[in-house]
């Protein structure tokens, strides 16, 4: 049973567009909801996380907005460019431990 | 610079092998973990340690094997009763405690059978 729901698998943006990206939970005990950003052959790095008393946390072009009621919340690049280009991961945790479940990734190709 | 480090980079194993996935971290974080990513799927959890001396097996652990002697070291031993261990394979580790962190990863290891 897959606890994060993550879509679409792939997505194809033109440089300067909007990227978005969106996971879906069940667990209503999930507390912590970060975003993991891949590149081929290496380790995810985290990009933006964000905790469910907030509806929506910026950083720079990047922003998650985080629907409580829905569980549901997602990733958007703005003003994506090319060296976005890259997996990107949601995932979602509970309590104090990092125990993380993930989505099953997104594929991120902005064009030039 | 601290970081974790994951060694060998990249890893082939005859059928019937074990082979044993290198995890070092000098974050001083009393958590870690493995994660197994195969192609167009997430990260599943293989093992997470939250203390020396302690695991516990995660949502895939069948075939896998590890140890938390020391702080900084989190080996994983891939056994032959692992029968599709073609993988890449990534530890990470975050502090422990009442509030969810970040976790860092390592650079992983790919491990194909041969």
């Not at chain 1, 052959?41 to 964000?50: V, Y």
């Not at chain 1, 907005?65 to 090319?82: R, Y």
């Not at chain 2, 990249?10 to 995890?23: A, D, M, P, W």
């Not at chain 2, 094997?65 to 990470?92: D, G, H, I, W």
């Amino acid at each position: 049973q897959q606890q994060v729901k993550q879509s679409p698998q792939s997505l194809i943006v033109q440089k300067g567009g909007i990227s978005i990206i969106n996971c879906a939970y069940e667990n209503t005990a999930f507390d912590y909801f970060p975003w993991y950003q891949q590149f081929p052959g290496k380790g995810p790095a985290l990009l933006i996380a964000i905790r469910p008393d907030v509806s929506e946390k910026k950083e720079g072009r990047f922003t998650i907005s985080f629907n409580k009621s829905a569980k549901q919340f997602s990733l958007h690049i703005m003003d994506s460019q090319p060296g976005d280009s890259a997996t990107y991961f949601c995932a979602a945790s509970k309590g104090g431990f990092n125990k993380f479940y993930f989505g099953s990734g997104t594929k991120l190709n902005v064009k030039p | 610079d601290g970081g974790i480090t994951q060694s060998p980079k990249y890893l082939f194993r005859k059928e019937g092998q074990n082979v044993t996935l290198s995890c070092e971290q000098n974050l001083n974080h009393d958590a870690m973990y493995w994660y197994r990513q195969d192609p167009g799927q997430g990260l599943r959890l293989i093992y997470y340690s939250q203390i020396v001396n302690d695991f516990q097996k995660g949502d895939i652990a069948e075939g896998y094997s590890v140890s938390r002697e020391k702080k900084e070291s989190f080996p994983l031993t891939v056994t032959s009763a692992q029968k599709n261990p073609t993988a890449f394979y990534l530890c990470a580790s975050s502090m422990a405690g009442t509030v969810n962190t970040e976790a860092f990863f390592g650079q992983g290891t790919r491990l194909t059978v041969v």
